[in-house]
């Protein structure tokens, strides 16, 4: 069965330093998303991706963040200069349209800022 | 300003029972709303899908919408020991298919 896959499970980094998080979504699937979950809190979306742009952003996803299709398969999201308030489980999600279609998460990276 | 509501729990059920959860949601205009479950430490996993009011049953699992009302539940029957977990209630918003989620509602069923 298809499924989206994420590496690493786990990153730990230095305050400051910058990581880059990669997905590969499910192949027939147009539409891509990254969603963080802070540990105890509720997922919380952080953008979506079509047709090689941003089609939507949180207040969240400000300009330390950016996302990145560098090939026909991966889906890559970078944090330039982390902070301790990054450290939160970082999920990639992909869906074949943008409504009303199912949305199928990869396993997630937990990231690490020390 | 929230969104998705669910009651956190936890909610405690006897094995073989049916569990139910809850979810409501402020955008009258959302159109797809989603049950996830999630373990400890992993991610979400799809459950069930619902698009139109009324139900929607797949093996154990039964989605209820109520568009009317801002209103959809789970109804697991014949809960298991395995289905404890934190269901997630997602609801889609706008035009890009983001998924707003719930807190989750922890739910424990005990053997």
């Known amino acids: 069965e298809p499924e989206v896959t994420q590496t690493p499970s786990h990153q730990v980094t230095q305050m400051g330093q910058e990581v880059i998080l990669r997905c590969v979504p499910i192949?027939?699937?147009?539409?891509f998303y990254w969603y963080r979950q802070i540990l105890g809190q509720k997922v919380e979306f952080l953008v979506s991706?079509?047709?090689?742009?941003?089609?939507?952003k949180s207040e969240i996803f400000d300009d330390q963040f950016s996302v990145e299709r560098p090939d026909g398969s991966n889906f890559t999201l970078k944090i330039r200069s982390t902070k301790l308030e990054d450290s939160a489980m970082y999920f990639c999600?992909?869906?074949?349209?943008?409504?009303?279609?199912?949305?199928?998460f990869g396993q997630g990276t937990r990231l690490t800022v020390v | 300003q929230k969104e998705v509501e669910q009651n956190s729990g936890p909610l405690s059920v006897p094995e073989g029972a049916i569990a139910s959860l809850n979810c409501t949601y402020s955008?009258?205009?959302?159109?797809?709303f989603f049950w996830y479950r999630q373990y400890s430490g992993k991610s979400p996993e799809l459950i069930m899908s619902?698009?139109?009011?009324g139900d929607k049953e797949d093996g154990r699992f039964t989605a209820q919408l109520n568009k009317a009302s801002q209103y959809v539940s789970l109804l697991i029957r014949d809960s298991q020991p395995s289905d404890s977990a934190t269901y997630l209630c997602?609801?889609?918003?706008?035009?890009?298919?983001?998924?707003?989620f719930g807190q989750g509602t922890t739910l424990q069923v005990k053997p």
């Open positions: 192949s027939n699937h147009l539409y």
């Open positions: 997602a609801v889609n918003i706008g035009n890009t298919g983001k998924l707003i």
């Open positions: 991706f079509y047709n090689n742009e941003i089609s939507e």
């Open positions: 955008d009258r205009v959302s159109q797809s």
């Open positions: 619902i698009y139109s009011n």
């Open positions: 999600a992909s869906r074949v349209r943008d409504r009303n279609t199912e949305a199928f």
